[in-house]
């Protein structure tokens, strides 16, 4: 019986260290095959999309059939996304150091404006793609819903942001397992604690999601 359950969880363990793997090699190949730039962006999102089936307790996902569909389906309007977060995040940057640049209490001001907006930014960060490959929803609506989310969920938030930088630590302190599980496992625990905030949506029949629209 012992015998049974060691073989049992041996045998999942393997499993799971297969499906991390073959995220994350696939992650990688689809990256550059859109040449980075245009790679990136629908790779992470195919990866957020198989995760999200295993995080809703979908069984016998086909990963390869999942990831490249998500993929193709989604390559130019993730790459929108991508390049949009990029653009904003980019001018967020510059414009933060440029009021460093300053004294005065208005250049003070506006660094703490700047400030709370990159705080806003980090938060939508950890819900923007859950979101995007959890509903059908214009572009400038993922926006909302990430940050609504992030807000009201702040809890949620906050396990995310502590999951991320421990597995960060994790990796960059034993950085063999970074080509086995160095994209997939971080993708996997995000989306899995977005997934709770979903299902309490669903669960509390929250209409925030209408107001929204």
């Not at 999200?52 to 929108?80: M, P, Q, S």
């Not at 960060?168 to 063999?176: A, E, K, N």
Request: aromatic share 22%; net charge positive.
């Amino acid at each position: 019986m012992e015998m049974g359950r060691l073989f049992t969880s041996i045998y999942n363990l393997c499993q799971w260290i297969c499906y991390f793997f073959y995220l994350n090699v696939m992650w990688v190949f689809c990256t550059l095959l859109g040449g980075i730039i245009f790679g990136i962006a629908p790779s992470t999102t195919a990866v957020f999309a198989v995760a999200r089936k295993t995080a809703l307790g979908e069984e016998d996902v086909k990963v390869f059939r999942a990831f490249w569909e998500a993929y193709k389906k989604e390559f130019f309007r993730a790459n929108i996304l991508g390049i949009c977060l990029t653009a904003f995040g980019l001018l967020w940057y510059f414009n933060l150091n440029f009021f460093r640049s300053f004294e005065g209490s208005l250049y003070f001001s506006l660094n703490v404006l700047m400030t709370i907006i990159g705080v806003v930014f980090l938060l939508m960060l950890l819900y923007i793609f859950p979101v995007f490959v959890h509903f059908d929803l214009k572009l400038y609506q993922y926006v909302k819903f990430s940050i609504a989310f992030s807000f009201l969920f702040f809890g949620n938030v906050l396990v995310m942001l502590i999951t991320c930088i421990s597995t960060y630590y994790f990796l960059i302190s034993f950085p063999g397992f970074i080509p086995i599980f160095g994209v997939s496992l971080l993708v996997q625990l995000n989306m899995w604690m977005a997934c709770q905030s979903f299902k309490k949506v669903e669960r509390k029949r929250i209409f925030f999601i209408r107001g929204l629209v």
